[in-house]
């Protein structure tokens, strides 16, 4: 008997240090493709930047090897980025509330838009694109800055409202009982619960962010492109992939070197407004 438990003991540790020998190596090889493509953009892209590209606006013939930068893009990624955000949370916090608090927990229709998210976080981005175009045909509307915003939202909101669903499955419910045992309002008691879910929302947004502001294919039909700065939602807009897109398809090797650096712009932005997000989370937590 006592040999039997024996090898039971040693059969579950042998178990759980081959799965925890395969977590690392998986961590490892995740991290491992992180640093390769880092390293590529960098390797390619840093003797291409400098302070002009990030600063000034293309001049005649930039994409064949011209003077100028990406100014226009930088700033068009960040208008259009920051207006899909804004509008995705408005619309995701409340359906994931409503969702879980509101709505029969388990009930059928929680569950049909729960499934209709994910069909939606699953259709490609090229979809949403088109979509937003035939709207904006349908309206008489022109590729503009205004048109980009509601396509890259709509993008962006399933993958919102599941992130932050999931972290709102997580809440335990004695923290609803005990809130509602104190009195307090339905208004009151999300207001709680936001305030401690706070990291994950942050977690969300950034996820959708860095969808959103790395997509090409929903903004090449809906925001155009410009060698300028929008000064209104209905200029059409350039952003960074597109830049990106534009200088990789030139056959000079300077201007694929600028799509690098470019793209290495790209990631800093998205470091900069992940790194700020979770800050700003922690301190108003």
Known sequence: MIKTKY????KRYLTEQIMLMVMRLAALAILSV???ILYTIAAKGLKSLSWEMVSS???GGYYLGGSGGIANA???SLLMISGSAIIAILISLPIAFCINFILKKGGWFGNIARFSMDILFGIPSIVYGAFGFLIMVWLG???SL???IIAVAFLILPIMVRAIDEVLIMVPSDLKESLQSLGATRYEMMKVI???ILPGVGSAIMLAIGRGIGDAATVLFTA???DSIPTSVNDPAATLPLAIFFQLSSPMEEVQNRAYAAALILTIIVLIISLSTRQLTRRIK
């Open 74 to 76: 930088i700033i068009g």
């Open 146 to 148: 205004l048109g980009g």
């Open 57 to 59: 606006l293309p001049e």
């Open 194 to 196: 936001l305030k401690s």
């Open 7 to 10: 090898q039971r003991l040693t």
């Open 34 to 36: 992180l640093a390769f």
């Open 224 to 226: 155009g492109y410009t």
């Open 141 to 143: 509307l022109q590729a």
